[in-house]
């Protein structure tokens, strides 16, 4: 079974920046997506990032310009660099993956993911 184990979390000033990255052992054998999700405190987990093996890529309207996420399969790791940050980006981020390609209505729902990481927190100040 993918296990994934996220790293890089840290805490930085706004306008700052940190690279996260999600370590996966195993691997699936067909088409597979993983994605980025993050959760504050007393609000729902949301979809940050994704993207598969067929190198699509879809980002939440919050962080697109600013985040960029990249699957490096010689590594097994998923990445998400984090730039412009801004204090509302301050949550827990989670790695998560699941098999298939992405598709629009639910890259972005954790619901469809079954396979996740233990997250790290990332802390923006003003």
């Known amino acids: 079974q993918v296990q994934l184990v996220e790293s890089g979390g840290g805490s930085v000033q706004a306008g700052g920046s940190l690279r996260l990255s999600c370590a996966a052992s195993?691997?699936?054998?067909?088409?597979?997506?993983m994605g980025w999700f993050r959760q504050a405190p007393g609000k729902e987990r949301e979809g940050v990032a994704a993207a598969d093996s067929d190198a699509r890529t879809i980002y939440a309207d919050s962080v697109k310009g600013r985040f960029t996420i990249s699957l490096d399969n010689t590594k097994n790791t998923l990445y998400l660099q984090m730039n412009s940050l801004k204090p509302e980006d301050t949550a827990m981020y989670y790695c998560a993956a699941r098999g298939g390609v992405l598709w629009a209505a639910q890259a972005l729902g954790p619901g469809s993911y079954p396979v996740w990481g233990q997250g790290t927190q990332v802390t923006v100040s003003s």
């Open positions: 195993g691997s699936y054998h067909g088409r597979y997506s």
